[in-house]
């Protein structure tokens, strides 16, 4: 594990501790989520990071707004490989 140092001016983490309770938590939280938004990190990452199964991992997630990005490309190309392999 590798250990990470923030420092936050007094009156921001007062207000962050007041909003998240768990500071350290939070800002955990807060990595997580941008990690997965910008693609940095996978759905699996974030539950592993947080200590949490798929579905609360899922639902984090959710809650976060944090949404997988699948194009229209995407889906077209898992329907072609669905197609193909119901064709086997």
Do not use: N
């Not at 500071?23 to 939280?29: A, D, F, K, P």
């Amino acid at each position: 594990m590798m250990h990470v140092d923030v420092e936050l001016p007094e009156e921001i983490a007062k207000r962050l501790q007041a909003a998240w309770r768990d500071l350290s938590r939070g800002t955990l939280e807060a990595v997580a989520v941008e990690g997965y938004r910008d693609g940095t990190l996978t759905r699996d990452q974030v539950g592993r990071l947080l200590g949490l199964s798929f579905w609360e991992t899922e639902t984090f997630l959710k809650r976060r707004q944090a949404y997988l990005a699948y194009t229209e490309e995407d889906f077209q190309s898992d329907r072609q490989d669905i197609d193909r392999i119901a064709r086997q």
